[in-house]
């Protein structure tokens, strides 16, 4: 790797983090800001603690506060990985997707943990196709494959949906993070992607 493509990869690398922190500042200024002005509001008014509904709005709008700063916990450093693990992790975040998108998740059970560092950027690689997937393939399939072996760790994600061209796959953050990742973790990628056939992307880490 030339040093112009190690500088850009490490650009790359660090406005995906930058727009990773402005898409929680907003989740912490529009959903927790705006549920303790709530709060604020009920909690000054005199009337609060003799109106049986009062209470209940403030009953209400507690775990609901918990739940948003448990979100962003969440996204901030995901604590659930360090405790169960990363096969365990990834089952919580394909059993927590709604709608029309089904996901598989494959694992050989010879599956031996990385280091957290790295198997945080796995979590974050598979977070990120899988958000590119709701967010723009039109897909209804979803396939994550992980084996282990004497080789390294090999991941193959891939969908049913509308693929992307070359300049669609240059110019997009979430594929240009999903790139910086991989290198992050001394591994490396190859995308196999057409027009209306979906996106197949393999990754390999050595051992």
């Known amino acids: 790797m030339d040093i112009h493509h190690q500088k850009e990869i490490s650009f790359q690398y660090a406005a995906g983090q930058e727009e990773e922190r402005k898409r929680i500042a907003e989740l912490i200024h529009d959903d927790i800001g705006s549920k303790l002005n709530v709060l604020t509001l009920w909690i ?33 450093y995901p604590t659930i990985l360090e405790k169960f693990g990363l096969l365990l992790t990834l089952e919580g975040l394909v059993s927590n997707i709604e709608g029309s998108l089904s996901v598989q998740l494959v694992c050989n059970h010879n599956y031996n943990p990385r280091p957290i560092a790295i198997e945080i950027q796995i979590y974050r690689i598979v977070q990120e196709f899988l958000s590119n997937v709701i967010k723009h393939a039109n897909a209804s399939e979803m396939n994550i494959l992980i084996r282990d072996s004497k080789k390294g760790l090999t991941i193959v994600l891939s969908d049913n949906g509308d693929g992307f061209d070359a300049d669609l796959k240059s110019n997009g953050m979430g594929l240009r993070n999903v790139e910086s990742r991989v290198n992050s973790i001394s591994a490396f990628s190859v995308w196999k992607n057409k027009a209306d056939s979906g996106s197949y992307l393999l990754i390999i880490l050595p051992k």
Do not use: M
């Open 44 to 76: 000054n008014n005199e009337e609060t603690w003799n109106d049986p509904r009062s209470k209940e709005v403030i009953s209400t709008q507690i775990p609901a506060l918990i739940d948003s700063a448990r979100e962003i916990s969440h996204a901030l």
